[in-house]
C-alpha cells in the first residue's frame, strides 16, 4: 500500500519538459509526491499505453501512485488502480467501470461539479484554476473564495489547481484545501528536489 505525507500532485506534459520526458519522470518520483497524473491526452490511446507503462513502472520502483488521465480503456487494460478524468468523461462512465479504481480523481470548476463527481465515487478532486496561469492565458483565475467554497461543498479531498507557487501555496492550505497540483514548474524547475521543499512548507499549518 502507497503511504505518501505529501500534500502535492503532479500533472504531467511532455511539451513543457526541458528534458528528457522519463528522466524527468525519474527525479520526481524519487521525491515522492502525493501522485503523478500522466495527463499525456493529446496522444492516441496506444501511444499513450506504450507512454503509461513506462511511467508506470518508475511510479511503481519509487512507491509513487500512477494516476492514469482519460483513457479508461486503457486503464482498465493496464489495470491501473488510480484514474482522473475531466468530469464529463467520468459521467460517461459505468458503475462497472468505476469500480475497477481504487483511486478516481475528477477535474471540476463549480461546487456542483464537486458534488457530481463525489456522488460518481470520486475519491478525491481537483479544483480550478485558483490562480492566473499561463497554462489559462487571458483567464482569470476563480479565487481562493471559489476553493472554500468547493472545499466546504465536499467531505472529500481537493487538490487546488492553477497558478499555485511557493508564494501562495499556504493560501491555498488556508483555504481549506487538501494539496495543490503542480504541472509546468515541476516540467520546467531545475531543482527538482528543492521545488518540492519549497510547496510543502505549507503543509504543517494543516
Avoid: W
Avoid at 50 to 62: D, G, P, S, T, W
Avoid at 133 to 157: A, H, N, Q
Avoid at 178 to 205: N, Y
Amino acid at each position: 500500500m502507497i503511504m505518501c505525507t505529501s500534500k502535492i500532485l503532479c500533472v504531467t506534459n511532455r511539451k513543457l519538459c526541458g528534458e528528457d520526458f522519463l528522466t524527468r519522470i525519474e527525479r520526481i518520483a524519487a521525491c515522492h509526491p502525493a501522485g503523478i497524473i500522466l495527463r499525456e491526452k493529446d496522444l492516441p490511446p496506444e501511444e499513450y499505453k506504450e507512454l503509461a507503462i513506462q511511467v508506470m513502472e518508475i511510479c511503481r520502483r519509487h512507491d509513487v501512485r500512477c494516476i492514469l488521465h482519460n483513457f479508461v480503456g486503457v486503464a482498465l487494460q493496464l489495470r491501473a488502480d488510480a484514474i482522473h478524468l475531466p468530469l464529463h468523461v467520468l459521467q460517461g462512465t459505468t458503475e462497472e467501470e468505476r469500480s475497477h479504481f481504487r483511486v478516481i480523481g475528477a477535474s471540476c470548476h463549480s461546487v456542483l461539479d464537486a458534488q457530481n463527481a463525489r456522488e460518481l465515487g470520486c475519491t478525491y478532486i481537483t479544483a480550478g484554476h485558483v490562480f492566473e496561469t499561463d497554462c489559462k492565458k487571458g483567464l482569470p483565475g476563480r479565487g481562493l473564495s471559489f476553493l472554500e467554497e468547493v472545499c466546504s461543498s465536499v467531505e472529500i479531498p481537493v487538490y487546488g489547481i492553477g497558478g499555485i507557487d511557493p508564494s501562495n501555496v499556504e493560501q491555498v492550505y488556508a483555504a481549506g484545501a487538501d494539496g495543490a497540483c503542480l504541472m509546468s514548474s515541476l516540467m520546467r524547475c531545475e531543482d527538482v528536489p528543492g521545488f518540492l521543499r519549497s510547496m510543502e512548507r505549507g503543509k504543517q499549518d494543516k
